[in-house]
Every structure is written in structure tokens, then in C-alpha cells.
């Protein structure tokens, strides 16, 4: 992964250079009919939001979640704590670059290997506590950082799971009956989990570059919090890309290539990007959430049966994880059980075959 060669100083380039220039005409991607379409926007206090997240994930692979109960300080505190990362000279941001075969640290988007074009973004991710790589950026004044992100995991990690319970019971299936690796309290306490930060400056010339090219995530789900500027988009079938547009205090909740193997393909992993802007730089700060390492995900056999049978073998996530790192979009396929019965059609395979890249 090319994640030592700095970017430029983006804040000091006038034009898009050509390795940042895309081929890809944004125009063409809207049809008129993408804009009668929205992601749909769900309140976690209604009675009702077991079907609606059923409903969302079976149809979309991604909603909007209000009342979450996650504080709204925590997203100004997380937010702060990004853009004084990012704002940092690029020659600090390099003392916590991601090393060559590893996952934290600063650097470029990871799934940079995968395209001869850069993209116009910065990334941050942290696995497990991030005091070593704080400690280089901010040696003064790391622990305030660090406690921050510790306080939003614990908040995201609570939230996830329950999202899980929400999905799940929507497919049928109970955390403490039908999960054994929900835990005894089923509130996946042992899950694993990534923190990525993007930061999206501005870009002279928006409509020729990507911010973060199309990829679906290999999680069971993703919570993303982005700040007051638009940005990311997803893959609808048959109607092309919508904007997901910020909405105060409210997170996007992405169905990850996990979920959509553990729900027998009930469930779309959605195809998803983000776009640069001219004016105003972007942040977005995703939840990668996953199970521990020793957990295989399958089909649930709830959701199998003659007429049903288990589309994919099981993974656990670092084996998937090793498989999207050699196969990207195509991943999928390579966990593949068997061939679809007649009649069925494997949503992202469809999708890939419609966008990547
Ligand atoms: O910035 C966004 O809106 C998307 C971020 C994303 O897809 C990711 O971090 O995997």
C-alpha cells in the first residue's frame, strides 16, 4: 500500500494535478430519477423501527439514523479532535504514518493499491488505543485526544450493538437465542472494531477528482458520522448514485460485506463513495464494526433451508479481510458457497459489474 509518499499540500495547489484527475463524467452518474430517491431516515425511538431497518436493509443496504441516543458533544469532540490532526504540518502527520503492512496511522485512503489515480482525502485509522501515534503528533497534549476516541468507541461499540439486535431481529433471528457470539448479555460485547477518520480538502476542481473511490465495507456494519458538508454517495440498483446529505446529529448506517454473508444475502452491502467539493473541506469519521477474530460468520441457519441454501462459506473477518485485500469489490465472490439458484441475482455482484472504480 503506497501510504508513506505524502500527498501534496493540497491547501497550496491551484490545479488538479493529473495523477488526481478521474476519467469519471458526475453528470452521466445522476439520472433525473435519483432525485425522487432517498435514503431512508430512521427514529430509533419509534415503535415501529425493528420493520423500518428491516425494511432499509433489505431494500437500500444503508439508512439514516435519529434520537441514537449518542451525545452530540461527542461528535464536536471527535470532529475537533480530527481537524487538529489533519491541520497538522504534513512532515508530524508522518510520525504516525501507516506502516507498509500495517492498518494505523495516517496516510493514504487503503484501497489507494486498487486504482492508477490518487484520491483527494487523508486517513487516520486506529485499531486498538492510538496513544502511540497521538503521543508523536501531539506529544503535549495527547491524552485529552486519546480520551476522546476512547469515549467514542465505548458510545459506537454500544450503538452497534444494538443495531445488530435491531437487523437481526428484523430477519428473525434473536442475539440471545440464535447468536451464541452475542455474548450472555447478546450485546456482542466482544466485538472488534476499526475508527477511520477521512478528511476532504477542498479541491480546485471537484467534478474530475474522487474523494474515495466506490468500495462496499467488509464489516457487519459501519456507522458513519459526517460533518455540515455533503459528500458521500451510494449505488442504488437500477438508479445510479444518491447523495447521502448530512443531517445535524444524525449517523449513516452502512450494511458491510458481513452482514450481507451472515444474512444469506438478504441484506445488500451497499456500494458506496465520497465526492470532493470546491468551497469546503469535508470530514468523515467511520465505525468499522466487525466480531472478534475467533468468530466465523456464515449464513444463519435460520436463513437457510432447501429452497435456501447457504450462498457463502464461512470467514472469519481476518480471512475475509486478507481476501478484500487481494480481490477488492470482488471479494464476495471468492467466499461464494455456490452458484445462485435460478432466478436469484447477488445484488453486489450486480452492483460491481455496474460501478467500481
Ligand atoms: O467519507 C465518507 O463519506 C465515506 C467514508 C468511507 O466510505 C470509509 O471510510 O470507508
Redesign the pocket.
Known amino acids: 500500500m503506497p501510504s508513506i509518499r505524502p500527498h501534496p499540500d493540497f491547501t497550496s495547489l491551484r490545479e488538479l494535478p493529473d495523477s488526481y484527475a478521474w476519467n469519471h463524467q458526475p453528470d452521466s452518474d445522476y439520472p433525473s430519477s435519483a432525485d425522487a430517491e432517498s435514503v431512508p431516515i430512521i427514529d430509533l425511538t419509534d415503535p415501529n423501527a425493528v420493520q423500518a431497518i428491516g425494511h432499509a436493509c433489505k431494500t437500500w443496504g444503508v439508512f439514516q439514523v435519529i434520537n441514537h441516543g449518542v451525545p452530540t458533544h461527542l461528535f464536536d469532540m471527535v470532529e475537533s479532535t480530527s481537524r487538529d490532526l489533519f491541520s497538522l504540518p504534513v512532515n508530524q502527520k508522518l510520525k504516525a504514518a501507516r506502516s507498509p503492512d500495517g492498518i494505523s496511522g495516517y496516510g493514504f485512503a487503503r484501497i489507494s493499491s486498487f486504482f492508477s489515480k490518487l484520491m483527494w482525502s487523508e486517513?487516520f485509522t486506529i485499531v486498538g488505543s492510538p496513544q502511540e501515534h497521538f503521543r508523536q503528533l501531539w506529544p503535549h497534549n495527547y491524552i485529552n485526544h486519546c480520551d476522546v476516541i476512547k469515549e467514542y468507541k465505548q458510545e459506537m461499540k454500544k450503538l452497534a450493538g444494538r443495531l445488530m439486535c435491531l437487523m437481526l431481529g428484523s430477519l428473525g433471528i434473536t442475539a440471545e437465542q440464535d447468536i451464541k457470539w452475542a455474548g450472555p448479555k447478546a450485546d456482542f460485547n466482544e466485538a472488534s472494531a476499526a475508527l477511520?477518520l477521512?478528511y476532504?480538502p477542498a479541491c480546485p476542481d471537484p467534478d474530475r477528482a474522487m474523494?474515495?473511490a466506490a468500495?462496499t465495507?467488509s464489516t457487519l456494519l459501519?456507522i458513519?458520522y459526517?460533518n455540515n458538508t455533503s459528500?458521500?454517495q451510494v449505488l442504488r440498483e437500477g438508479v445510479g448514485w444518491i447523495k447521502v446529505p448530512p443531517i445535524p446529529d444524525a449517523l449513516?448506517i452502512n450494511i458491510g460485506d458481513l452482514m450481507h454473508i451472515l444474512s444469506n444475502a438478504s441484506f445488500p452491502s451497499v456500494l458506496?463513495?465520497?465526492m470532493v467539493n470546491r468551497t469546503c473541506h469535508?470530514l468523515?469519521i467511520?465505525y468499522?464494526y466487525g466480531p472478534s477474530s475467533s468468530v466465523k460468520i456464515s449464513p444463519h441457519p435460520k436463513l437457510v433451508g432447501p429452497s435456501q441454501p447457504p450462498l457463502y462459506r464461512p470467514v472469519t473477518w481476518n480471512e475475509y479481510l486478507d481476501t478484500k485485500a487481494k480481490h477488492f469489490n470482488k471479494a464476495l465472490s471468492w467466499v461464494r458457497a455456490c452458484v445462485p439458484l435460478k432466478g436469484m441475482v447477488d445484488v453486489n455482484e450486480h452492483n460491481n459489474s455496474l460501478k467500481v472504480g
Request: aromatic share 4%; proline share 0%.
Open positions: 486517513g477511520q477521512n476532504y474523494g474515495l468500495h465495507d459501519t458513519l459526517q459528500g458521500l449513516v458506496h463513495r465520497a469535508r468523515s467511520a468499522l
